[in-house]
């Protein structure tokens, strides 16, 4: 029975698939070790699409060029759950307005970083080819064949076991899948190409296109092509300039030449013929005058070039095979009723539904199959804010963000595409637009369910400060007599002047604003805990418990008992008190050399001791905070 099993395996080759479905369908389900047949025809595509229609060279070249200015980064992942919410705002609809919100979920979802080993693959993924090069190949056979192939070339033995040190793009059209059956239906990969080579599975990224030919062969494993549902307007346009040419190449008139005077000899026709062939065909001669020796009349049995409708059933298919790539026909080269806002706004058509989510699918596909093997907690992502035509939108965004008083100055800047000043604590506590001073420094909200004082008296004071605050200079003089002091100054608030007494503001606080620092100085000596130290602290808390849950304690084995409690108490946002905010910042201050990772843990920061002892406590993201507060409280 073996060895009948045997001889049938031996009979399948790629020309017998196509002949004998039934066949095929039960080698698939229950043989196994067959090559699957692709029912789509790349080569054709390739061949009648790239090679010969300028229009599909002109909608593939431009998606895959544009994409290819898009740069990558590197990330490393804080936050699982920040990360998923980032990940479904930016696979929708990639609108300006989305992908600014977006970038402050990114903020606290990921952390870039430089120099890994993913830069250097990335930015040269083989010696023959640069990133742009590289990424390009990929877009533009993912868009013929509906097939994207990576080949990652990884050494078998030493340190780099299991990373890939090259990539390469396959010819999609020279690339077939093995099947092993129902059960294992990818189980190789073989490449015809000035020879036949096989390669497993695992060493191969295949990024393809829905496909819903389900014929029980498994060729629905393949990527359809978008030329397939285009094939017609291909062939279309392909036919109308094939036409278009003929006709210009035998522009002569088409029909018949009849004597008036009787019949013509053989010779006489046979002149004649020559006769308009030399002086009247071809393009050169077209719409000269046409004089004969002899009477003659035409009968005329031909068709014109717009009899034909050549231009409409050109254009026409041009606009099918737009449509069907979602290009915008007036980006290729189309000026017609071409202004500057319809052509702002086919460039944002093309990143929304063209390049984007061709970028998007690479991505997903990357972090998959390349990123674990060099760190389970990096992460691939393009950069779309550096994408001009989306920042159309911007102002919208800007005027949103200025109302928006509960994101932080530094969260504003994420989201505006700007850089984020991680040194300046004051770019990230909140500010009320009453008189854009910092909320933390006065007035934190939750401070409030913590605090065992009369906050309505508190806010009382506050709002006598904003009293203060007059629309002419005539009001804030009379109140200036009224403190004391000689004097006005001025603030721009939302576009309008205000006037406030005192010459500066400097000056005003110091006779009105003592009566706060010593109302604030009684709250946190009064203070018992802490509810509202940064999110930050928390998300490297949750990220050591979570390393520790994952990998073991006997993997992950930095800190001591204390630090796990503490790294519970601040994952889980319990108040601390004063004391333990001292002892945070003591700690913090003490083993600073911990805040970063060593480098020999680079691609297992998890294994750092001292990183892991450092995070318990918060991190670097707790300690300008306990700073602050221990300094205050003293």
Same mark, same amino acid.
């Given at each position: 029975?073996?060895?009948?099993?045997?001889?049938?395996?031996?009979?399948?080759?790629?020309? =017998?698939?196509?002949?004998? +479905?039934?066949?095929?369908?039960?080698?698939?389900?229950?043989?196994?070790?067959?090559?699957?047949?692709?029912?789509?025809?790349?080569?054709?595509?390739?061949?009648?699409?790239?090679?010969?229609?300028?229009?599909?060279?002109?909608?593939?070249?431009?998606?895959?060029?544009?994409?290819?200015?898009?740069?990558?980064?590197?990330?490393?992942?804080?936050?699982?759950? !920040?990360?998923?919410?980032?990940?479904?705002?930016?696979?929708?609809?990639?609108?300006?307005?989305? %992908?600014?919100?977006?970038?402050?979920?990114?903020?606290?979802?990921?952390?870039?970083? +430089?120099?890994? !080993?993913?830069?250097?693959?990335?930015?040269?993924?083989?010696?023959?080819?640069?990133?742009?090069?590289?990424?390009?190949?990929?877009?533009?056979?993912?868009?013929?064949?509906?097939?994207?192939?990576?080949?990652?070339?990884?050494?078998?033995?030493?340190?780099?076991?299991?990373?890939?040190?090259?990539?390469?793009?396959?010819?999609?059209?020279?690339?077939?899948?093995?099947?092993?059956?129902?059960?294992?239906?990818?189980?190789?990969?073989?490449?015809?190409?000035?020879?036949?080579?096989?390669?497993?599975?695992?060493?191969?990224?295949?990024?393809?296109?829905?496909?819903?030919?389900?014929?029980?062969?498994?060729?629905?494993?393949?990527?359809?092509?978008? &030329?397939?549902?285009?094939?017609?307007?291909?062939?279309?346009?392909?036919?109308?300039?094939?036409?278009?040419?003929?006709?210009?190449?035998?522009?002569?008139?088409?029909?018949?030449?009849?004597?008036?005077?009787?019949?013509?000899?053989?010779?006489?026709?046979?002149? &004649?013929?020559?006769?308009?062939?030399?002086?009247?065909?071809?393009?050169?001669?077209?719409?000269?005058? @046409?004089?004969?020796?002899?009477?003659?009349?035409?009968?005329?049995?031909?068709?014109?070039?717009?009899?034909?409708?050549?231009?409409?059933?050109?254009?026409?298919?041009?606009?099918?095979?737009?449509?069907?790539?979602? @290009?915008?026909?007036?980006? %290729?080269?189309?000026?017609?009723?071409?202004?500057?806002?319809?052509?702002?706004?086919?460039?944002?058509?093309?990143?929304?539904?063209?390049?984007?989510?061709?970028?998007?699918?690479?991505?997903?596909?990357?972090?998959?199959?390349?990123?674990?093997?060099?760190?389970?907690?990096?992460?691939?992502? =393009?950069?779309?804010?550096?994408?001009s035509e989306m920042q159309e939108e911007m102002d919208k965004v800007v005027n949103q963000m200025s109302q928006a008083w509960w994101l932080t100055p530094n969260e504003k800047r994420q989201a505006m595409s700007y850089g984020v000043e991680a040194d300046n604590e004051k770019l990230n506590d909140y500010y009320i637009p009453a008189n854009l001073m910092p909320l933390q420094d006065e007035v934190i909200v939750d401070d409030f369910k913590s605090v065992k004082v009369n906050y309505d008296e508190l806010l009382d004071v506050k709002r006598e400060i904003r009293q203060d605050v007059f629309t002419t200079a005539?009001?804030?003089?009379?109140?200036?007599?009224?403190?004391?002091?000689?004097?006005?100054?001025?603030?721009?608030?939302?576009?309008?002047?205000?006037?406030?007494?005192?010459?500066?503001h400097d000056d005003y606080i110091a006779i009105i604003g003592q009566d706060v620092k010593d109302d604030k100085q009684e709250i946190i000596q009064k203070q018992d805990s802490y509810t509202n130290y940064p999110q930050g602290a928390t998300n490297n808390a949750k990220r050591m418990l979570e390393w520790r849950e994952k990998y073991g304690r006997d993997v992950v084995k930095g800190g001591t008992e204390v630090g796990w409690k503490r790294a519970n108490q601040l994952a889980n946002r319990e108040p601390i008190s004063l004391d333990t905010v001292k002892r945070i910042n003591s700690f913090l201050a003490r083993?600073?050399?911990?805040?970063?990772?060593?480098?020999?843990?680079?691609?297992?920061?998890?294994?750092?001791?001292?990183? @892991? +002892?450092?995070? %318990?406590?918060?991190?670097?993201?707790?300690?300008?905070?306990?700073?602050?507060?221990?300094?205050?409280?003293?």
């Amino acid at each position: 029975m073996a060895s009948i099993l045997s001889r049938f395996q031996k009979l399948i080759s790629k020309n =017998f698939q196509q002949t004998n +479905a039934e066949f095929n369908k039960a080698i698939y389900n229950y043989l196994g070790n067959s090559i699957i047949w692709n029912p789509e025809n790349d080569s054709t595509y390739i061949e009648k699409g790239y090679q010969y229609n300028t229009t599909i060279y002109s909608i593939v070249n431009l998606i895959a060029k544009t994409a290819a200015t898009i740069p990558f980064q590197i990330y490393e992942i804080k936050n699982e759950n !920040e990360l998923k919410r980032y990940k479904a705002m930016t696979s929708g609809i990639a609108n300006g307005s989305a %992908l600014h919100k977006a970038e402050v979920l990114r903020k606290h979802a990921l952390e870039e970083v +430089a120099d890994t !080993e993913l830069h250097d693959l990335l930015s040269r993924p083989n010696p023959a080819q640069s990133y742009n090069a590289w990424i390009q190949e990929i877009i533009a056979f993912g868009k013929l064949t509906g097939n994207r192939y990576i080949y990652g070339l990884k050494p078998d033995t030493g340190a780099n076991k299991g990373k890939f040190k090259e990539l390469y793009v396959l010819p999609s059209q020279k690339v077939e899948i093995n099947s092993g059956g129902i059960f294992d239906p990818v189980k190789s990969y073989s490449l015809d190409y000035n020879g036949q080579y096989k390669m497993a599975a695992e060493d191969i990224c295949h990024i393809k296109d829905f496909n819903p030919y389900y014929d029980g062969t498994g060729s629905h494993l393949y990527g359809m092509s978008p &030329l397939k549902a285009g094939l017609r307007s291909l062939d279309t346009n392909n036919e109308a300039v094939s036409t278009g040419a003929k006709y210009l190449q035998n522009q002569t008139a088409r029909g018949v030449l009849m004597s008036d005077e009787g019949d013509i000899n053989e010779v006489q026709a046979q002149q &004649l013929k020559e006769k308009f062939k030399q002086n009247y065909q071809g393009s050169n001669n077209a719409g000269d005058i @046409v004089i004969t020796p002899k009477k003659l009349s035409w009968i005329n049995f031909g068709m014109s070039a717009s009899d034909l409708s050549l231009i409409e059933q050109y254009n026409a298919s041009i606009k099918d095979l737009c449509n069907i790539y979602s @290009v915008p026909a007036q980006l %290729l080269n189309n000026t017609e009723s071409s202004t500057y806002n319809n052509m702002v706004e086919a460039k944002k058509t093309l990143y929304q539904n063209a390049v984007i989510p061709e970028l998007n699918k690479i991505k997903d596909e990357l972090n998959r199959w390349l990123v674990p093997a060099y760190g389970e907690n990096l992460y691939i992502d =393009f950069d779309y804010s550096s994408i001009s035509e989306m920042q159309e939108e911007m102002d919208k965004v800007v005027n949103q963000m200025s109302q928006a008083w509960w994101l932080t100055p530094n969260e504003k800047r994420q989201a505006m595409s700007y850089g984020v000043e991680a040194d300046n604590e004051k770019l990230n506590d909140y500010y009320i637009p009453a008189n854009l001073m910092p909320l933390q420094d006065e007035v934190i909200v939750d401070d409030f369910k913590s605090v065992k004082v009369n906050y309505d008296e508190l806010l009382d004071v506050k709002r006598e400060i904003r009293q203060d605050v007059f629309t002419t200079a005539s009001q804030a003089t009379q109140r200036a007599e009224q403190l004391g002091c000689s004097g006005i100054h001025s603030h721009d608030e939302n576009g309008n002047a205000i006037y406030m007494p005192c010459a500066s503001h400097d000056d005003y606080i110091a006779i009105i604003g003592q009566d706060v620092k010593d109302d604030k100085q009684e709250i946190i000596q009064k203070q018992d805990s802490y509810t509202n130290y940064p999110q930050g602290a928390t998300n490297n808390a949750k990220r050591m418990l979570e390393w520790r849950e994952k990998y073991g304690r006997d993997v992950v084995k930095g800190g001591t008992e204390v630090g796990w409690k503490r790294a519970n108490q601040l994952a889980n946002r319990e108040p601390i008190s004063l004391d333990t905010v001292k002892r945070i910042n003591s700690f913090l201050a003490r083993h600073e050399d911990n805040a970063k990772i060593s480098e020999d843990y680079r691609n297992e920061p998890y294994k750092d001791k001292g990183y @892991v +002892a450092y995070n %318990l406590w918060g991190g670097k993201a707790m300690i300008s905070w306990a700073k602050r507060i221990s300094q205050n409280a003293d």
